[in-house]
């Protein structure tokens, strides 16, 4: 599958479940401190930093060799809580009164952005590179993830492909062994035990 299509398929999701957002559910609670606005808001962050990122020159080395490195490098180990939570409100209210036709928008300067991107492109991320693939699939997987929740929060279903569930569950394994949880994680996934109440890899 070509580098983009799984995020544009991803992008498609999002886009269809955010058309399905009542007019009275946008004030309803999303995700946590989220509203659904807000949520909804963060979501869009996979396709608003895509943009911002590309617009910034490549990377001159691979210091993060793939998805996994990155939330474990960047994510888990300098994300602030309260700044994410913060971005998320912002994003949301920028997105207007068309969310949709917001979302739209940046999708289509994301993709127009990827489709013009070398394979070897290095992406920048606070000065640490990624190679653009590996890139892509956290993005991806926030937009699964987020997604899920968008439309659980609205009494929806996010109809995924199968193989970009297949990706978005694969990264959260490997990010679990990078974290020390691998083995707890795949007893869970093959019925052994239980995962402990709250559990997250990210």
Not at 142 to 152: K, N, Q, S
């Amino acid at each position: 599958m070509a580098r983009t299509e799984r995020y544009a398929m991803a992008c498609r999701t999002f886009i269809d479940v955010v058309s399905n957002v009542r007019n009275d559910q946008w004030d309803a609670p999303g995700l946590g401190v989220w509203n659904v606005r807000s949520l909804t808001g963060h979501t869009a962050r996979a396709v608003i930093t895509v943009i911002d990122y590309l617009d910034l020159d490549p990377a001159a080395q691979i210091d993060m060799p793939t998805a996994g490195d990155y939330y474990g490098q960047i994510y888990l180990a300098y994300t602030n809580p309260e700044a994410i939570a913060k971005r998320g409100v912002e994003a949301g209210v920028a997105l207007g009164a068309d969310p949709v036709a917001a979302i739209t928008v940046l999708v289509e300067r994301a993709l127009a952005l990827l489709a013009d991107q070398p394979s070897d492109r290095l992406v920048s991320l606070g000065g640490m590179g990624i190679p653009i693939d590996e890139y892509l699939k956290t993005r991806v997987f926030e937009l699964v993830v987020h997604t899920m929740d968008l439309a659980r929060a609205t009494g929806q279903t996010a109809d995924f492909a199968p193989e970009l569930i297949e990706s978005a569950a694969s990264l959260a394994a490997g990010i679990a062994a990078r974290k020390g949880d691998g083995e707890q994680v795949l007893m869970s996934l093959t019925g052994r035990e239980p995962l402990p109440p709250g559990f997250s890899v990210v």
